[in-house]
């Protein structure tokens, strides 16, 4: 994609896609492509407010297109501003795509460092919310408690606000490259396994008591109660009740995260 001074139709236009980040990027695509007035995003075959008086279109994802944009967006911001976009898409906040989309327009306008011009909404917007989901990552990365299975599985549930899950492959694989491992995302019903080699994205088929780590809970290794054990009576030894900050201890580990946390239970 080319920088532009592109005149838009005045006519609004409500896209729908697919809900993946190559299904965002080929929106794009199309929009500069067809020069569309886009009033906002849906994602197909999901409930969505839109502009009433907007045209809708669905946009059929073509990895291709998704990447001519990309490849456009790493020659006129750095890369660590491209990856901002992709943390604000998996932040699924409510209209953050058409964020998205505004940002991208203003990157291709042609403004010298554009991703530095702070004053525009957008471009902030952008900064604040891809902040907020690389520290969501980096606690996920912290709280992440393994249990151990009968098989030598390694599994984690997780239900971080945001998602994280995309982001957590390097780290993990990474620091646990001799385990077979699973983390799995209970809220939104998908996750990472690694199986030493390669980490992919799985999705599984829970008992009636959907996602709950007492659904799989009949399945730990002989050994994993003899571990939490000692993890939980590491965590009371350590503690020095003097020095106990409770407002400080939930900065750093909020409630909402306490009952994945083994040494919380």
């Not at 030493?196 to 009636?208: A, H, P, R, Y």
């Not at 965590?235 to 009740?241: A, D, E, H, L, T």
């Amino acid at each position: 994609m080319q920088g532009s001074n592109i005149i838009f139709s005045d006519k609004p236009v409500n896209v729908s896609y697919d809900g993946t980040w190559y299904g965002l990027l080929t929106a794009v695509f199309d929009a500069y492509a067809k020069k569309w007035n886009v009033s906002g995003f849906s994602v197909i075959d999901k409930e969505s407010q839109s502009d009433f008086f907007a045209e809708k279109v669905v946009v059929i994802t073509d990895e291709t297109k998704a990447q001519r944009v990309w490849l456009g967006l790493k020659k006129k911001v750095p890369k660590d501003n491209c990856i901002q976009l992709y943390r604000c898409y998996l932040s699924e906040i409510q209209g953050i795509e058409l964020t998205i989309f505004s940002c991208i327009k203003f990157y291709f306008s042609g403004f010298e460092s554009p991703q530095l011009a702070y004053g525009n909404a957008d471009v902030l917007k952008i900064n604040q919310t891809s902040k907020m989901v690389h520290r969501e990552k980096h606690r996920m990365e912290a709280f992440v408690r393994f249990q151990r299975t009968s098989d030598d599985l390694y599994y984690a549930g997780i239900e971080p606000d945001f998602n994280v899950i995309p982001l957590l492959s390097e780290h993990f694989a990474g620091r646990y490259a001799d385990q077979t491992w699973l983390i799995y995302d209970l809220k939104r019903k998908y996750g990472i396994y690694f199986d030493q080699q390669k980490v992919e994205e799985i999705t599984l088929n829970f008992s009636n008591e959907s996602g709950s780590q007492t659904s799989v809970k009949d399945v730990f290794h002989d050994s994993e109660t003899l571990y939490q054990e000692l993890w939980k009576n590491y965590f009371k030894n350590v503690n020095i009740p003097s020095r106990r900050n409770i407002k400080l201890h939930l900065q750093h580990v909020p409630k909402r995260y306490w009952k994945h946390l083994i040494e919380k239970k």
